[in-house]
């Protein structure tokens, strides 16, 4: 069964950083693609990055686009997703997402985490 927990959410100020982790466990990832999702209070869950294990490519949506970077660390099993100069608009609960291929639909993700927040005060 394959688990994914995420970690790094908080409260920063806008401007500040965070980085957050989601630690993959139940299968050996070495194909595939892994994504990032962020879901505000009264919206619908959009894509953010998503990265593939085995080459690492890479897509952002345009709202995050050389502010946020998505990278992984395949002996760990682990993705991350490096914020920065975060801004109020980028408060939301963030998932990753496991997936067969990459994907900007959500729909296309096999497995979820919990999710983490991430709150940016102005």
């Known amino acids: 069964q394959v688990q994914l927990v995420e970690s790094g959410g908080g409260l920063v100020q806008a401007g500040a950083s965070l980085r957050l982790s989601c630690a993959a466990s139940?299968?050996?990832?070495?194909?595939?693609?892994m994504g990032w999702f962020r879901q505000a209070p009264g919206k619908e869950r959009e894509f953010v990055a998503a990265?593939?294990?085995?080459?690492?490519?890479?897509f952002y949506a345009d709202s995050v686009k050389g502010r946020f970077t998505i990278s992984r660390d395949n002996a760990k099993n682990t993705v991350y997703l490096q914020m920065n100069r975060l801004k109020p608009e980028d408060t939301a609960i963030y998932y990753c997402?496991?997936?067969?291929?990459?994907?900007?639909?959500?729909?296309?993700?096999?497995?979820w985490g919990q999710g983490t927040q991430v709150t940016v005060s102005s």
């Open positions: 997402a496991a997936a067969r291929l990459l994907w900007m639909d959500a729909a296309r993700y096999d497995y």
């Open positions: 139940g299968r050996t990832f070495s194909s595939g693609a």
């Open positions: 990265i593939t294990w085995s080459v690492g490519t890479t």
